[in-house]
């Protein structure tokens, strides 16, 4: 049993709530206790560090108290706590991940526009946490894509079974790598690997300059698939019971994992390491664009620190563009 605890963020809304089921069947998978955390933001005009006085315990919270009366008499329960925060969400829920092995919320909150595909909770989560973050997004929500498989899966979000994981075969992510096959192995379902090829190849000219030579799209899928196949080597022999079906696809990277996420049970995207010169946290297109249209729950992995990481190996993003 892992002592690092599953985090559930809630706050009453019908999507922490959401959330709160896909964090329980996780710590289960793990073996892990699962905390669940309600962030009371502080008045706009209050002090960050004093919370104002007759706030609500964690005993007489009234949204923990709305948890403890949903899971009361449910079987086979992890060990399951209850914190009652205060401060502003989008910092706050970021520092849980220091002390947790998964981060499980909502797309959504109580505030903001309903129209929003994405609060700015969950994105400073998914952006900041130093564990990796699941976002459970809303039901029915339409990528445009046509869809897959039918079922509701955990968290009673949408259909779909298995994971999507992308592979950028210029700068793998192992974090991202490692994560998804235990994940894989956690779950027991399948595993589709999409290593995406820009196409067609942009070729830029100055006046006078001879076109390139024609480039043979057969020899660069193949040189993407030997690739992908050679990054997966290692996982695929420590998890030996998952099996990873390696898929190579033309175009546009966040398009196929939005469009694979019709029929998935979970998309894993990784978030880019820090840079020299742009130090914040980041992350790239490939993995906002998922963030915001994935029908499917997405897992949003950190980068390994850097002492973790060979030296060849590059920023981690989902897919070969990001």
Do not use: K
């Not at 969950?122 to 039918?150: F, H, K, M, Q, W």
């Not at 029908?295 to 973790?308: H, L, Q």
């Amino acid at each position: 049993m892992s002592t690092q605890p599953v985090v559930a963020a809630v706050d009453g809304s019908d999507d922490s709530l959401r959330a709160l089921e896909w964090a329980l069947d996780s710590a289960h998978r793990r073996e892990a206790p699962l905390r669940v955390a309600h962030v009371r933001q502080y008045a706009l005009w209050g002090r960050p560090d004093a919370a104002p006085a007759g706030l609500p315990t964690t005993e007489d919270d009234p949204v923990l108290a709305l948890v403890r009366e949903r899971l009361e008499g449910r079987a086979g329960l992890p060990a399951v706590g209850f914190a009652a925060l205060d401060g502003a969400p989008g910092v706050v829920l970021p520092e849980l991940g220091s002390t947790a092995q998964l981060l499980v919320l909502g797309s959504r909150g109580r505030g903001g526009f309903t129209s929003l595909l994405l609060g700015s909770n969950s994105l400073a989560a998914a952006r900041d946490a130093e564990c990796p973050v699941i976002v459970v997004p809303r039901p029915g929500r339409d990528t445009g894509t046509p869809a897959g498989g039918t079922g509701t899966p955990v968290g009673g979000t949408r259909s779909g079974t298995g994971i999507v994981v992308g592979v950028n075969v210029d700068a793998p992510d192992e974090a991202t790598l490692a994560f998804t096959f235990r994940e894989a192995a956690l779950r027991g379902g399948g595993l589709r690997v999409l290593a995406a090829y820009p196409w067609p190849p942009q070729t830029w000219m100055l006046p006078g300059e001879m076109p390139a030579p024609q480039i043979d799209r057969s020899a660069v899928e193949h040189e993407t698939r030997v690739l992908a196949d050679g990054f997966l080597a290692p996982h695929r022999a420590r998890h030996p019971e998952v099996t990873a079906e390696i898929r190579v696809l033309p175009g546009d990277a966040a398009g196929h994992l939005v469009a694979a996420s019709q029929d998935a049970g979970l998309v894993v995207v990784g978030r880019h390491r820090r840079r020299l010169l742009a130090p914040a946290r980041m992350m790239g297109s490939v993995t906002q664009a998922v963030l915001l249209h994935a029908a499917s729950p997405v897992a949003v992995v950190p980068p390994a620190p850097p002492e973790e990481t060979a030296p060849e190996q590059g920023r981690g993003s989902s897919a070969r563009r990001s």
